[in-house]
C-alpha cells in the first residue's frame, strides 16, 4: 500500500457536518482495512471506526457512534469519513490508516500505514 493522504478538514460550528477523504495509491486497496483515527491535544490516540476491504465489516468507536459513518470506494482508492452533529469534543488531528489484518485496527502498534492528519476544529 502506498501513501495516504487525507483532506476535507477544517472549522466547523457544533452541530455542523465535514466528510473526511482518504486517497491511497496503489492497485491493492480493496484487500487493505482502512481506519480512521483521531488524536485531541494532550490525549492519545483514539479508535474512530474502521472498514473492511470489501465494505462488508465497519466498527465505530463508542464516541462516534451514530453520527459518524465510515465509506469505502475501491475504484477511487478512497475511504471516506462522514462526520455529522459535530461537538466540541470531536476536535482533533483526524488520521487515517491501512493495515491487511482487520484485528490489529484494535493495536495500533501492529497497524502497517498512517496518512499525516488533517485538523477537525468544532466551536462551540
Do not use: H
Not at 482502512?34 to 485531541?40: E, I
Not at 475511504?79 to 488520521?95: G, I, N
Request: glycine share 16%; with cysteine.
Amino acid at each position: 500500500q502506498g501513501p495516504l493522504v487525507e483532506s476535507g478538514g477544517g472549522l466547523v460550528s457544533a452541530g455542523g457536518s465535514l466528510r473526511l477523504s482518504c486517497a491511497a495509491s496503489g492497485r491493492t486497496f480493496g484487500r487493505y482495512v482502512m481506519g480512521w483515527f483521531r488524536q485531541a491535544p494532550g490525549k492519545g490516540r483514539e479508535f474512530v471506526a474502521a472498514i473492511s476491504g470489501s465494505g462488508g465489516y465497519i466498527n465505530y468507536g463508542d464516541a462516534v457512534k451514530g453520527r459518524f459513518t465510515i465509506s469505502r470506494d475501491n475504484a477511487k482508492n478512497t475511504v471516506y469519513l462522514q462526520m455529522d452533529s459535530l461537538k466540541p469534543e470531536d476536535t482533533a488531528v483526524y488520521y487515517c490508516a491501512a493495515d491487511v489484518m482487520y484485528g490489529d485496527m484494535w493495536d495500533q502498534r501492529r497497524i502497517d500505514s498512517w496518512g499525516q492528519g488533517t485538523q477537525v476544529t468544532v466551536s462551540s
